[in-house]
């Protein structure tokens, strides 16, 4: 993949399917669309190319939310764009100079001069230009003047997306890290450079690297203890002020990287996150804080060995990039189950499919169950579709109603 920050320097792209977005996470959701995007370009002997902005257009046009947080910085960003297979990503400079242009500015000296698009894959709710007046019906006028098409994001991929990432974050802040990674597809991560620290817990035996966050939007996990993997090792990532040792200090990262020895001040880490173990705590005393470090890197290896069994991910990679056991799909494939009354096979069975099915749709169709089946699934697996039939329609009738409602290239039922 070719990544460009430099407007100036964009190579001649000869069929170039293009889709703008910010791609937050770069999620499940997120992939449909990139997916989409590689199908029109390997049609068409054309390149893949995702425009995205640095920075994101919320922190320049309103730069007083404190509220607004980052799934992936731009980097991070960039490296999950890679790992699904995008042929050029391009950083546009955001500025307040650039949301000024005037619709008709961005599609003709900035969409079309830079780019000259075969295909602008788009949503419906796309906004651009001055005042936010341009969308897709705009650019639709210049279809045959300019010689593209504009293709259509469905209005159900765009909610489900929003759904995605609006649930994420609030799964992180939940501390629900193992929904967060189902809905992600991938392990949440950040980068960070080890900075110099106190050298506390290296005299109690547990030596740590405190992480320094640079960009300042970057969502920052609630205080507390949590499983997590630097490289192929396992690792006790801890966020908090250190109320044992100071009672008014101010919020850390640390993290205590397992069967691990050397000096790593200056590197950058990537800290992949992968259960949450417990919130932070004041201890009595330093002997009663090294026994509960000791607690907790039993719990951290235990909880780490149970998601590789589970098949959620695996522990032997190079981690230095966001790649893990999960294979992007080249098709837009959905898994459809068809329930009536299995609650407890829902709960017995899914948590399998889910695990060994990352990147594909899983769409429950519920034939009328009497039982609390729906409520069960809205509860502990929001990121699962549902379709409710209403009433019990019987097998083939059941999931010929519901595959009307789906459309997918490859469909799989049991």
């Known amino acids: 993949m070719r990544v460009f920050t430099d407007l100036s320097q964009l190579p001649k792209f000869q069929n170039a399917v293009v889709t703008i977005g910010s791609f937050d996470g770069v999620h499940v959701g997120h992939r449909r669309i990139l997916e989409q995007v590689q199908a029109l370009a390997q049609k068409n002997k054309g390149e893949s190319v995702v425009i995205t902005f640095d920075p994101h257009p919320r922190a320049v046009l309103r730069p007083e939310d404190s509220t607004f947080k980052l799934l992936s910085t731009t980097d991070e960003k960039i490296a999950l764009l890679a790992e699904a297979g995008i042929d050029y990503v391009v950083v546009v400079p955001f500025s307040l100079e650039f949301s000024q242009q005037t619709p008709l500015q961005y599609v003709e000296d900035f969409l079309f001069k ?27 006028k210049f279809e045959k003047a300019l010689g593209f098409e504009v293709v259509e994001i469905p209005a159900q991929v765009l909610d489900e997306i929003s759904i995605s990432s609006s649930k994420i974050r609030k799964a992180l802040e939940n ?35 405190n992480i320094e966050i640079a960009d300042p939007h970057k969502l920052v996990l609630p205080e507390g203890i949590y499983a997590a993997k630097v490289g192929p090792n396992k690792a006790a990532l801890y966020i908090g002020t250190r109320p044992t040792l100071s009672p008014n200090g101010k919020r850390v990262i640390e993290v205590n990287i397992l069967d691990f020895e050397g000096e790593l001040y200056g590197q950058n880490l990537r800290v992949e996150v992968l259960d949450f173990i417990r919130p932070d705590k004041k201890l009595e005393s330093l002997d009663a804080l090294k026994k509960q470090i000791e607690e907790d890197t039993a719990e951290i290896k235990k909880r780490l060995d149970q998601i590789v069994d589970a098949g959620h991910w695996t522990l032997d990679q190079d981690l230095s990039s966001p790649k893990s056991n999960v294979q992007n799909p080249t098709s837009n494939v959905a898994v459809v189950i068809l329930s009536y009354n299995t609650r407890r096979h829902l709960e017995q069975f899914l948590p399998s499919v889910v695990s060994n099915s990352v990147g594909a749709r899983i769409i429950v169709a519920d034939n009328g169950s009497p039982d609390d089946s729906l409520e069960f699934l809205r509860e502990h697996y929001p990121e699962v579709e549902l379709i409710d039939l209403q009433q019990n329609w019987g097998f083939a009738e059941g999931y010929n109603r519901a595959l009307q409602q789906v459309q997918a290239d490859i469909y799989a039922s049991s």
Do not use: C, M, S, W
């Not at 830079?114 to 005042?131: E, L, M």
């Not at 990674?181 to 547990?206: D, E, S």
């Open 175 to 209: 501390t629900d890290i193992l929904l967060a990674n189902r809905l992600l597809g991938h392990p949440y991560a950040f980068i960070g450079k080890v900075v110099q620290g106190q050298k506390i817990g290296r005299n109690i035996g547990f030596p740590t690297a």
């Open 114 to 140: 830079k780019f000259a698009p075969r295909f602008i894959v788009i949503g419906y709710d796309h906004r651009f230009g001055a005042g936010r007046e341009g969308d897709f019906a705009f650019l639709k």
